[in-house]
């Protein structure tokens, strides 16, 4: 895990777990002390949304249990690794630019690919100057490797 991503991730994990979750079950246990809680919707909603973060919190405390973090100075320039910064020029001479980053942080860092897509898995290795044919489920996508950056 890269980390910038792992420091996104462990503030998520804290406010969630210090911060969210304390409120959410405070609100839970004044609107079960309001009585029917069949029709309470204060209560139901809380009770979704206790779930919701639970779920949320189990999932990055398992990402995180045993995690290595790459710093920035570990990633070279030479080829497209993990942690990398790429950008890349389509067949439609468009610019996109993106950094490969551990599972669970493509969708907190912005830009970021996880090196398991198939995408991320078709940079890997690969060099300023290369082209590669990826190919996805709207067809197939040319690109050419313009920069690598930390």
């Not at 304390?22 to 309470?40: F, K, L, Q, T």
């Not at 398992?62 to 067949?91: C, P, W, Y």
Request: aromatic share 6%; hydrophobic share 40%.
């Amino acid at each position: 895990m890269t980390a910038a991503g792992h420091a996104l991730l462990t503030e998520e994990y804290e406010t969630l777990f210090k911060k969210e979750r304390p409120i959410v079950v405070a609100r839970i246990a004044a609107a079960a002390a309001e009585g029917d809680r069949s029709e309470n919707a204060e209560y139901i909603y809380g009770k979704k949304r206790l779930r919701e973060v639970d779920k949320r919190l189990k999932y990055l405390g398992a990402l995180m249990k045993n995690v290595q973090v790459v710093h920035q100075q570990d990633v070279g320039t030479a080829r497209v690794s993990f942690g990398a910064r790429v950008t890349l020029i389509d067949e439609e001479g468009c610019e996109r630019i993106y950094r490969i980053v551990g599972q669970g942080e493509s969708d907190v860092i912005k830009e970021g690919i996880s090196v398991d897509a198939p995408f991320a898995k078709a940079l890997l290795g690969k060099s300023i100057g290369d082209v590669i044919t990826i190919h996805r489920p709207a067809g197939e996508l040319e690109v050419e490797i313009q920069r690598i950056e930390r």
